[in-house]
């Protein structure tokens, strides 16, 4: 099939370069020339393992091209993906300027019967809108579907290649035809593909991403209530987990979610809500937990060594909002570092890939390490965001001898308690015993 995919961001690249290397031509437009210069010559502007070997190998094989030339790649294409951003307005809801914008130029391009595909994240009744927008200049036949993306940062090469389930909105036989032999290729272990009206497929998305969300944060507050009452979270995710009614996955403690779709998608669906005059009391309970568990660290600092940290040194081992990606979008380091700096501590951070861009936000405020260890030279406590697997297993004894205090807030749980037990630390982590090994 020929296809064109409109923007470049996250999701248009993945999704534009994953159906090219199943045999597609793919055209993917973006309006930022420099970003299709850099994309034409194989050099990514987001860090996703696989992606940058991907394209190149599908640039070579003349399957997968960036244009600027929106006219010339929907002339060319049977199904128009949109891949545009819909950014938080300031009262929560989506900003569907950039996928409408397009939606009427499209009206003014198509000269044939096409299919354009909502893959952006979008609320209910985006389709009908998208619909209207382009009836404004269209004359031909064209169908609108909502095929909404399940990417998970870090791994979004197989998640669109080994979907859990394809969800299509459309009610459109024509349209379904032509969006099931697209997605044939990717459930072929018999995952399946979902047909359903176009509001339920728009829906589906944010559902899903805030029951995870939900979920995320019902095992923070019980980890929180762990500490409380002298329980390990570990044991307790264990013996939930294992009910095939609960899972195991989404229920390790931490200190909140971030990045660019649970924070976003959350406060999307209570607008939504609100607009219609419905509460989500759920939703609200779980954006304000959420908010107070990304500090959570800075809090047992602060009852640690006292409110006033002015004249210490911290080090920050994790900069994203998870491992594998550089995105560091509602990341809690973010709010860590701000309320750290605002109570007069200095700061030295790392992550193997976020550095650029939280030092976009941060500038000389704070001091950037070209590797963990370096973060530690002479620090009074490491804080721990991420949970990079170079973090992992690190070497005790060399942090030991950097560290000016050997304690640690581990706010992603890395480390066994019988283990630190074992070894000269302070470390205290998120539902768990607190390890204390050193003299105050």
Sequence with gaps: MKIAVIGTGYVGLVTGTCLADTGNEVTCVDVDKAKIEMLSKGEMPIYEPHLDNLVNRNIRQNRLFFSIDLNKAVHNAQLIFLALPTPPGEDGSADLSYVLGVAKELGKII?????????????????????????ENASVDFDVVSNPEFLREGFAIDDFKKPYRVVIGTRSEKAQQLMEELY??????????????????????????????????????IANYCELIGADVDKVRRGIGT???????????GI???????????NALKKAGNDVGFNFNIINAVMEVNHKQKTILVDKVKAYFGDDLKGLKFA?????????????????????????????????VYDPEAITNIRNIFGDKITYALDGYGALENVDALLIATEWSAFRNPDFNYMESKMKLPIIFDGRNLYEINAMEKRPFYYQSIGRRTVNNINN
Excluded at 120 to 134: F, L, M
Aim: charged content about 20%; overall charge neutral.
């Design 243 to 253: 009910d095939n009614r609960i899972g195991k996955s989404f229920l390790y403690p």
């Design 316 to 348: 920050l081992w994790g900069l994203a909002f998870k491992p594998e990606t550089d995105d560091i979008r509602e990341a809690p380091s973010i709010y860590m570092i701000k309320e750290l700096i605002s109570i007069g501590a200095n700061i030295v």
């Design 256 to 266: 909140g979610y971030g990045g660019s779709c649970f924070p976003k998608d959350v």
């Design 184 to 221: 044939q290729p990717f459930v072929r272990q018999g995952n399946p593909i979902m047909i359903m009206d176009e509001k339920s497929a728009e829906l589906t998305k944010y559902a899903a991403n805030s029951f995870l969300a939900t979920k995320i944060t019902f095992m923070n507050e």
């Design 111 to 135: 000269n044939e019967y096409k299919v354009i595909i909502n893959k952006s994240t979008v609320p209910v009744g985006t389709a009908e809108k998208v619909t209207a927008a382009i009836c």
